[in-house]
């Protein structure tokens, strides 16, 4: 097993910042082109939290360095080689490989044996900043995650620093005790009510939900599902109080690290810094809190939108952000945090320039953060959005829970679900529909969508590959085209949500 260093940056003094600056872990300065197959192996790591030693997994190259950093143009030419003890599959989230590549065991590709490896070998047309991590089991809980940076060569001259940081919620627990619990009533559903209003505030009063329309969506299709007005679909129980964290943390992590000891990353002062921020949490959505700095959003999912201000943005589960941040003149540190929604749990990194001081920083937040809702998502716009056209395919999925821990789309839980059938050139427009009582952040694989309606209104909204669906009555439609055959993971990236059945998947037809 490798063990992580944890005092690499702060030497003599605990509160002064090194004069040397040390690279962030994740990424080296520039990416080298690749002769042959690049090496990612799949191990076992020794981290420290919160003064105790965590054994967890990572995803490095030979030269230590986790995930990978590659440019736009080149091939993702990559040997994975599995040694964690158990067999794994890693997906390239939000890369569109040929679907045999994808990394999702059972529906692309079969699972690695341990001691085994696989070769990958795709073109990479589009940059952005993008992740790797397991699809197979609860091994993601366990840390196999890594960023997957595709920098664009036409940037290579941009007077801008650039600092990645991936999240993670950490538990010491075994994740699969976690679930066992949550089956067994951990997340309790009983004496719940409707809300009389949606998640945007808006009165349920006077929406058809019966075999017609709602706010202008087509609801055809839906027949079997069960009683709509009472709210009540063969036993599974919609809409209720809430809930916005059913598992409970030890901590969060930045880079591997907590704000008992942060990363630091050296800046120069009056610099810009371009953050590219990745949620890899199993299921916690967060804020990112840029304290006294003044931040632009650039991007989301790796994709261009028209720059928002603000120091504080919307950061769901498998989210990126990209936010460049103009730095102060001033000699001064400045911290960038990530706080769990619905309460005050947080980590972070610290931007700092020669000779500042690095003062202790608590892991908690002064107040409780609210919840994570799509306020950021009804205000994105596209910077390279579809071509105009006319849906040829539209269809709502329902989202709804059961007792005993079942979350399922359309009314079945991965396994019993039937994948959805397209046609190549197709441009299909699938609206989520949410009446658990909890918010989704659902993954499409092998494409990249566009956000075109939040809760029944009409936007121009974001390109990504990830989008939250907010709690009871939420309501997001994307559009995508068909482009890319094959069958392709349609699922929750909460991680407990997904294993406990929130996943289907997309066929295309011969």
Not at 122 to 141: I, R
Not at 166 to 194: Q, V
Not at 330 to 338: I, T
Not at 444 to 455: D, E, I, P, R
């Amino acid at each position: 097993m490798k063990t992580l260093s944890r005092r690499r940056f702060l030497t003599a003094s605990a509160a002064t910042l090194s004069v040397a600056a040390v690279p962030s872990l994740l990424l080296p300065a520039r990416p080298a082109r690749a002769e042959g197959h690049k090496v990612i192996t799949a191990g076992k790591r020794v981290i420290e939290v919160k003064g105790r030693a965590a054994n967890v997994f990572g995803l490095t190259q030979n030269d230590g360095t986790q995930g990978l950093v590659m440019n736009a143009g080149e091939r993702f030419r990559v040997r994975l080689e599995n040694r964690i003890g158990e067999p794994t599959v890693i997906h390239w989230h939000g890369l569109t490989p040929p679907w045999k590549q994808d990394g999702v065991s059972g529906i692309s590709q079969e699972p690695i044996a341990d001691g085994a490896g696989f070769d990958y070998d795709f073109p990479v047309a589009t940059p952005g900043t993008f992740w790797m991590h397991s699809h197979f089991g609860l091994q993601e809980q366990h840390m196999l995650a890594a960023p997957l940076i595709v920098r664009d060569p036409a940037e290579a001259g941009a007077d801008m620093q650039e600092v990645v940081v991936l999240f993670h919620d950490f538990t010491f627990r075994d994740p699969n005790e976690i679930l066992a619990e949550l089956k067994a009533g951990a997340h309790d559903m009983s004496g719940m009510e409707m809300p009389a209003s949606d998640s945007g505030g808006n009165s349920m009063a006077g929406m058809d939900m019966g075999g017609g329309s709602m706010g202008g969506m087509n609801m055809g299709g839906m027949g079997g599902m069960g009683n709509m007005g009472g709210m009540q679909m063969d036993g599974m129980q919609m809409g209720g109080a809430a809930h916005l964290q059913d598992v409970q943390y030890d901590a969060l992590l930045a880079n591997d690290r907590t704000l008992d000891d942060p990363e630091v990353f050296a800046v120069e002062p009056g610099g810009r810094v371009r953050l590219r921020l990745i949620n890899g949490a199993a299921s916690t959505n967060m804020w990112i809190d840029l304290g006294k700095l003044a931040g632009r959003l650039i991007a989301v999912d790796g994709m261009p939108v028209e720059p928002i201000e603000g120091s504080r943005f919307e950061f769901a589960v498998a989210q990126r952000l990209d936010v460049v941040v103009e730095l102060p003149k001033e000699a001064s540190a400045w911290p960038v945090f990530a706080v769990q929604e619905g309460g005050r749990m947080r980590t972070g990194v610290v931007l700092a320039a020669k000779g500042a001081t690095v003062a202790k920083l608590a892991d908690m937040a002064e107040a409780d953060f609210p919840a994570v809702a799509g306020d950021l998502e009804s205000r994105l716009r596209a910077v390279k959005p579809l071509a105009e056209r006319a849906a040829t395919r539209q269809q709502t999925m329902m989202m709804t829970e059961a007792p005993g821990y079942v979350w399922m789309l359309d009314g079945a839980v991965h396994g019993k679900d039937k994948p959805i059938p397209l046609k190549s050139g197709d441009r299909f427009e699938l609206t989520f529909m949410n009446h658990t009582t909890m918010s989704h952040p659902m993954h499409l694989h092998g494409h990249s969508f566009q956000v075109v309606a939040v809760n029944g209104k009409r936007i121009a909204g974001a390109m990504r590959d990830t989008v939250l669906v907010p709690s009871n009555m939420g309501m997001v439609t994307i559009a995508f085209d068909a482009d890319n055959a094959g069958n392709w993971a349609l699922h929750c990236h909460h991680l407990y949500h997904m294993a406990a059945g929130m996943m289907t998947s997309l066929a295309y037809e011969a």
